[in-house]
């Protein structure tokens, strides 16, 4: 008998997890570790791996990339509007025209980044 308890335990474990996945995707919730992948792949080259856009690439650009890093400006900043930049870029919300728009990244890609990117901010963003 312990054994099936002790996979009855496990399997509602993992049911639990699978579930609490779902719902996450589902509600277009972002997940920071992977949204920071795509970051790094796409946004750093032009705001630099912590976000501070102190790398040479973002300082010969004009106008030089956003600062992510910045929690005054950042943490003021709605999900919607951070998800627009990403999927539509700069011209979208009348910044640069020097900002790419990421359309061929999926709305559950676009929820990572701007996760991501809300760990990236000084003071430390928190949702009120």
Do not use: W
Not at 2 to 28: D, N
């Amino acid at each position: 008998m312990p054994g099936l308890v002790k996979s009855t335990i496990v399997s509602g474990f993992v049911m639990m997890m699978t579930l609490g996945a779902m719902a996450q995707q589902a509600s277009g919730a972002g997940n920071a570790e992977a949204g920071g992948k795509v970051y790094q792949a796409r946004c750093a080259p032009c705001h630099g791996p912590d976000g501070k856009a102190a790398i040479p690439t973002a300082q010969a650009l004009n106008p030089k990339p956003r600062d992510h890093s910045d929690g005054a400006y950042m943490n003021q900043l709605s999900e919607e509007h951070m998800t627009k930049v990403v999927k539509n870029g700069g011209p979208a919300v009348g910044k640069s025209p020097i900002m790419p728009a990421h359309t061929d990244l999926n709305d559950q890609q676009i929820a990572d980044v701007v996760a991501f990117m809300r760990t990236l901010a000084v003071p430390p963003y928190s949702k009120q």
